[in-house]
Nanobody, 129 residues
């Protein structure tokens, strides 16, 4: 059974930084795409960043230049370094993992397909002064 567990969320002031982590069990990080999505109150789930098995990345325009996605295959851990945080970054952040080639394509394009990927339970980030 694949399990994804996120950590690192919390309350941060505008302009601050946080790093999210996602540890997987029962899953081989090196083989498939992984990504981060977020869902703000009253809104749909949106893609934030994704990383392919070859290390190539894709970012939402709203976070380019501020967020960095990375992974450590040896530790089965996915990261999201978030700098220059803004109040509009406030959301529940979810780790997602591909289930295969079709899931890879959809995830890397930052589309949220609940049944197509594995999902973590989420970690809340609140950006507020």
């Amino acid at each position: 059974e694949v399990q994804l567990v996120e950590s690192g969320g919390g309350l941060v002031q505008p302009g601050g930084s946080l790093r999210l982590s996602c540890v997987a069990s029962g899953y081989t990080y090196s083989s498939y795409c992984m990504g981060w999505f977020r869902q703000a109150p009253g809104k749909g789930r949106e893609g934030v960043a994704a990383i392919a098995s070859d290390g190539s990345t894709n970012y939402a325009d709203s976070v380019k230049g501020r967020f960095t996605i990375s992974k450590d295959n040896a530790k089965n851990t996915l990261y999201l370094q978030m700098n220059s945080l803004k109040p509009e970054d406030t959301a529940m952040y979810y780790c997602a993992a591909s289930k295969g080639p079709v899931s890879d394509y959809v995830l890397l394009s930052l589309r949220a397909q609940p049944g197509l990927h594995y999902w973590g339970q989420g970690t809340l980030i609140t950006v507020s002064s």
